[in-house]
């Protein structure tokens, strides 16, 4: 059997940590091109990795009717329009997160993705993540009991990403803290739930520790360094309930915080017990038996939640464009979290609860 053709459109960080090494990893997979707007970047893919083609236009890796797949890693701006043309030249797309800036982008690339009957998966990871897919076997099992509240947080320090830059331009993220990190979380919420609906949502957003942008003070950036003449008018900070078909979610999230703690966790209440879920680490399960308390730790060792979770995506991509499988990432199922999000900013705007 011949090889998967990939293309790689947008070379950056999340690119080069976990798609291309991934592909690379995968013997049914060959990656003909990386494509990136900055042109050394694509070059210096070609020469880290020894292969593919460097270019600069996304059109001419569509162009090529040798190419099977592609994997859309660019800033948020472009998904829904590179998705689109994707799925439109006959390509399977594997687009990062989240699905699109807007929900009305979004639900355009479904409709196209229906159209065309091309596969469009989105990289929420965490549905192949091993640690969240042992805390859903639970749930599904009933060993919660019934679960009818989660806490969900997402808070750090002071870790505002590229202060001025992309990340808090919202023409180009569509969102701060919640569209970044939010949505992971979330998503885990959703999918260990059974991808429960949205009744209503009570949301606030704030921006507040990034601006004036010369006035934010921090120890270290990522996807820094700051830049002082750019933008900041996206949400630094989130809080908020939404009431589900399912259970009773409310969450805290900061991308920065004058507290200086990071608490990234999410918790799982059950009539029967209860799970904390450390974000990229591991899981605590308490209950009572016996007349007694009990608490179970689980460590899945080496590698952890994130060993091997985008690996798991990337061979469940590849797999599912051979079979039609529809995977826990396909846009139909996770527009559930994208119109999650879109109520959330709704109701943060019209500081007003709102009804889906």
């Given at each position: ?49 020894g ?16 190419v ?31 699905a ?17 009957g ?41 870790a ?77 900070a ?37 799970i ?11 209950g ?31 797999r ?37």
């Open positions: 059997m011949s090889k998967h053709k990939i293309g790689i459109i947008g070379c950056g960080s999340i690119a080069n940590a976990a798609h291309i090494p991934s592909y690379l990893a995968n013997d049914s997979a060959e990656i003909a091109y990386f494509c990136d707007i900055l042109p050394e970047r694509a070059r210096a893919a070609v020469e880290k990795y292969c593919g083609k460097a270019v600069t236009d996304y059109k001419e890796v569509l162009a090529d009717a040798s099977d797949a592609v994997s859309v890693c660019t800033p948020n701006d472009a998904h829904g329009l590179i998705a689109v043309d994707a799925l439109n030249a006959g390509k399977h797309t594997l687009c990062e997160k989240p699109a800036r807007t929900l009305t982008e979004a639900l355009e690339m479904q409709r196209v993705c229906g159209e065309t091309k596969i469009l998966n989105i990289g929420v990871v965490n549905r192949f993540n091993d640690a969240v897919n042992r805390v859903k076997a639970i749930i599904d099992g009933g060993g919660l009991g019934e679960v009818y509240s989660v806490y969900v947080s997402f808070r750090s320090h002071r505002i990403p590229g202060l001025g830059g992309a990340f808090t331009t919202k023409a180009v993220s569509g969102g701060g803290v919640l569209i970044d990190w939010g949505v992971h979380f979330l998503d885990i919420v959703m999918y260990c739930c059974g991808d429960p609906l949205p009744r209503t949502v009570s949301g606030a957003a704030f921006c507040k520790l990034g601006n004036p942008i010369g006035d934010y003070t921090y120890t270290d950036m990522w996807a820094g360094p700051p830049n002082p003449h750019g933008v900041c008018d996206v949400d630094d989130v809080t908020g309930v939404v009431r589900t078909s399912g259970p009773v979610i409310t969450f805290n999230g900061a991308w920065a915080q004058n507290i200086g703690e990071n608490e990234m966790f999410i918790d799982f209440m059950g009539t029967k017990a209860g904390r879920l450390n974000y990229g680490a591991d899981f605590v399960q308490y009572a038996a016996d007349g007694m308390l009990t608490k179970t730790g689980y460590t899945l060792g080496a590698g952890g939640m994130f060993g091997g979770a985008f690996q798991n995506e990337i061979d469940a991509f590849l599912c464009t051979e079979t039609g499988e529809k995977l826990p990432s396909h846009i139909d199922t996770v527009l559930v979290t994208a119109r999650l999000l879109d109520a959330i900013y709704r109701s943060a705007e019209k500081q007003e609860e709102v009804t889906l």
